[in-house]
């Protein structure tokens, strides 16, 4: 794997579990009773942003780390995931 597809692959991991990781303890203003004037009642009340982007970088990094192995050790490929044999003559 080049460092340039490592570091694609760790930036796309860590935007889906960021995405994964928004809705925790997610309480809305509406919920809290404590709307501000010009927002929506469903924004949240304390969105706590940089807390949760240090625990997506934790959680990408051992996700990320577990699919490097798996994709630099060889010892898994798509001849193990091809169930109807569809990518067998292909290359």
Known sequence: M???AAIVLFAVTWWMVFFCVLPMRYTSQGE???VEAGTPSSAPV???I???AKL???IALVVFAVMYL???QGSFSIDDVDVFGLW???F
């Open 46 to 48: 304390n969105a706590d």
């Open 2 to 4: 080049t460092i340039t």
């Open 50 to 52: 940089g807390r949760k």
């Open 56 to 58: 997506t970088t934790w």
């Open 32 to 34: 809290a009773g404590e």
């Open 70 to 72: 798996v994709i630099t």
């Open 88 to 90: 067998k003559n292909r």
